[in-house]
């Protein structure tokens, strides 16, 4: 151990350093107070990896993402997707599998979860990008292909070979075609305010007439604007949605924050968005051939009367493209059907399934 002594001034401060075998002292004297501070060796090597950090970022070729790892929200093909859904019922029963619309989670079936649960085994699942689901960011990662083949091996991943499938909105036109597709897996499938692709794309033909249509599809395919609208507000364009089908203030205030828990995520609007951004790309099924679209499935659609975005005209044309159709329309409701009247939905949806509630 060595002692050096250091005399600044004329007897007003004495710095004396202590070089020990694991470190340095310092004792600072000053008016006969002293600090003591300990500084270990550990400080050297910390000097050491701080120079070759520093080193590394000056030799790297990307400088700019060296602090900050890739962006791998999506998982790679290897690991799959993570999809939620909630389960009532008895697993022995026939399975009702139920796609939900845009805007909305597994919870828009909540009626319909406590109604059949005696009856099937009521399965209610986040879409990809919804709710607790994985939500791939690339717009690219929500083509209707792979949609169709998330349900596809969601039905067999739960031990099931066929099912009772039901949709609404975009889940119901995920259905159609699911059911076009793979007709073999479905027992009944359930339609509520969409009808069949093929009338769907000659409704897009002639929506010059509905400009709302064109306005929210074309509106939907900027790159972040849509996000930051819909998110603005502390959500409030989902306040609507939520409260449908409330009879009290108190569920009312429960639905939207129950909605707003699952849309005020970071990043939460852009997989349903991504739906719209995919939705006519070349290669996409929606350009499928009407033959190719034909559903041999029983097919029950079901639509409100104030629905604003089709006439029934073209709804009840859904059946020049279904086998067996059944089509039902609620005097009360609008696009919300599950929700708005639930009681009536449900009693349609038993009789079409030919089940007591």
Same mark, same amino acid.
């Given at each position: 151990m060595g002692l050096r002594t250091l005399t600044c001034g004329r007897g007003l401060r004495h710095l004396t350093v202590l070089t020990i075998l694991n470190g340095t002292k310092f004792v600072c004297c000053k008016n006969e107070c002293e600090t003591v501070v300990r500084v270990f060796s550990s400080n050297f090597k910390t000097l050491v990896q701080l120079y070759l950090l520093l080193w590394a970022w000056l030799t790297s070729k990307d400088r700019l993402h060296f602090w900050k790892p890739k962006d791998r929200s999506s998982p790679p093909a290897c690991l799959g997707i993570r999809l939620h859904y909630v389960e009532v019922g008895d697993r022995k029963k026939p399975m009702l599998l139920c796609l939900h619309g845009f805007a909305e989670t597994w919870y828009s079936w909540k009626h319909q979860l406590r109604a059949f649960s005696k009856t099937h085994w009521v399965i209610a699942v986040d879409m990809r990008g919804y709710g607790d689901s994985d939500k791939p960011h690339r717009a690219d990662e929500y083509d209707l292909r792979i949609v169709i083949d998330?349900?596809?091996?969601?039905?067999? &991943?739960? =031990?099931?070979? *066929?099912?009772?499938?039901?949709?609404?909105? $975009?889940? !119901?036109?995920?259905?159609?075609?699911? #059911? #076009?597709?793979?007709?073999?897996?479905? *027992?009944?499938?359930?339609?509520?305010?969409?009808?069949?692709?093929? *009338?769907l794309k000659y409704n897009f033909s002639n929506s010059w007439r509905r400009p709302y249509i064109l306005r929210d599809l074309f509106f939907f395919q900027a790159r972040w604007v849509p996000e930051v609208f819909l998110q603005s507000q502390d959500n409030i364009v989902i306040e609507s949605i939520a409260k449908i089908g409330c009879t009290t203030r108190e569920?009312?205030?429960?639905?939207?924050? !129950? @909605? &707003?828990?699952?849309?005020?995520?970071?990043? #939460?609007? /852009? =997989?349903?968005?991504?739906? @719209? /951004? /995919?939705?006519?790309?070349?290669?996409?099924?929606? $350009?499928? *051939?009407?033959?190719?679209?034909?559903v041999r499935v029983p097919t029950l659609l079901v639509f409100g009367k104030r629905e604003p975005n089709f006439c029934q005209r073209i709804i009840s044309s859904c059946s020049e493209n279904v086998d067996r159709f059944d089509f039902h329309v609620i005097e009360s409701a609008s696009h919300w059907v599950q929700k708005e009247t639930p009681d009536k939905f449900n009693v349609i949806l038993a009789r079409f399934l030919n089940v007591n509630l």
């Open positions: 998330d349900i596809r091996q969601l039905i067999l &991943k739960l =031990g099931k070979e *066929t099912c009772v499938l039901m949709g609404h909105g $975009w889940g !119901a036109g995920i259905g159609w075609l699911f #059911a #076009a597709i793979h007709p073999n897996m479905l *027992t009944h499938f359930i339609a509520l305010s969409c009808p069949h692709p093929a *009338t569920d009312a205030f429960q639905e939207v924050e !129950a @909605y &707003k828990y699952y849309f005020g995520k970071p990043d #939460a609007w /852009r =997989g349903p968005l991504n739906y @719209y /951004r /995919r939705l006519f790309n070349p290669g996409s099924l929606m $350009w499928m *051939t009407k033959s190719q679209l034909r």
